[in-house]
């Protein structure tokens, strides 16, 4: 499997170690998910956690737009909720989504950050203090630098870091932010983002 890093990792070798996977995207961001959630199967064992830029003011059709599309369970976050393996959550509007001990989910009114409320940062730095190693995180097509500081804290926490190629990219700016943070492990297609999570994630790749 093709990819632009030099980290050497192979997912394979993964297998097993993941227990929750953190994904920020903005623009163009619902199409990204289109092609990456879907091709996770059913028996991938990480809790997935999504964070898309939306206007604050309006109720989030997400999951119900992906629920009958992906193999996995998906919901929209609520605070307090015990967090569940093989399960996908999206952040709602207008609200910070992180990780507690539990694990359990978090909302958070704070300020955005980035202009952004729900944060990619935010979630991705809560996840990493709570998983370390066990984490993988996900960075999609968007229009600004909110995602970029969060994959520093996964890296540094020894987790495993995943870039979108900034050429596949819709919007290739949120992609150039994170890897100007540092490299990533796998910098790849939506398509082979997928394989290597699946891979990851415990499930048969064929």
């Known amino acids: 499997m093709e990819s632009d890093n030099a980290s050497g990792l192979r997912p394979e070798s993964l297998r097993g170690r993941i227990d929750?996977?953190?994904v920020g995207t903005s623009a163009g961001g619902v199409e990204a998910l289109g092609v990456l959630l879907p091709a996770l199967p059913r028996g991938f064992r990480p809790a997935?956690?999504?964070?898309?830029?939306?206007?604050?003011?309006?109720?989030?059709?997400?999951?119900?737009?992906?629920?009958p599309r992906c193999a996995l369970?998906?919901?929209?976050?609520?605070?307090?909720?015990p967090v569940r393996p093989g399960t996908l959550y999206f952040a709602p509007p207008d609200y910070h989504l992180l990780?507690?001990?539990?694990p359990s989910l978090a909302l958070s009114a704070d300020e955005p950050v980035h202009f952004s409320r729900p944060s990619i940062d935010v979630l991705f730095e809560s996840a990493a203090d709570f998983y370390g190693e066990r984490l993988a995180g996900v960075v999609l097509t968007g229009a600004n630098s909110d995602g970029a500081q969060g994959l520093v804290a996964v890296r540094e926490a020894g987790g495993v870091t995943l870039v979108?190629?900034?050429a596949t990219a819709q919007v290739p700016t949120m992609p150039l932010a994170a890897l100007a943070r540092g490299p990533a492990d796998f910098v790849l297609s939506l398509e082979q983002l997928a394989r290597v999570l699946a891979a990851m994630g415990g499930a048969h790749v064929g």
Request: avoid cysteine; hydrophobic fraction near 50%; aromatic fraction near 8%.
């Open 99 to 102: 990780v507690d001990r539990g």
């Open 73 to 81: 369970p998906v919901f929209e976050a609520q605070d307090k909720e």
């Open 20 to 22: 929750a996977v953190v």
């Open 48 to 67: 997935v956690f999504v964070v898309v830029h939306q206007p604050r003011e309006r109720r989030s059709l997400l999951a119900d737009i992906f629920a």
């Open 164 to 166: 979108q190629a900034p």
